[in-house]
């Protein structure tokens, strides 16, 4: 019963802003999303085969500019599930010191 209960919560993304660190192989590089507050995209693929898409605010953050297929990047934010597996997002520092900092890490350089 409690896996059942688990797998509705679940499905009605009961636990929308779950802080997630992570690890992730990069397997797509997405455009820019340049509507309001602009965000780097691309897809990770983690060990345990789920697929997410990051969303990387460069207005508070830099971009990744060196980022490539293939590459590892270490992650911590909030993760919004979805279908398709999931969005991190908050993947940078709060200006206003309210939300706890996320960061991308990859090859050696911190981006927060």
Known sequence: MKKLVLVALLSLN??????????GKVIKLLSDDNVGNRHQRFIVKL?????LLIAHNIDLAPKVT????GGVVKFCGDLETNDKGGVVHWTHRDPYNKHVA?????????YE
């Open 14 to 23: 009961v636990f929308a802003g779950t802080p997630l660190c992570d690890s």
């Open 47 to 51: 060990a345990s085969g789920k697929t």
């Open 66 to 69: 060196t980022l490539q297929e």
């Open 102 to 110: 996320g960061y991308l890490e990859y090859n050696g350089q911190k």
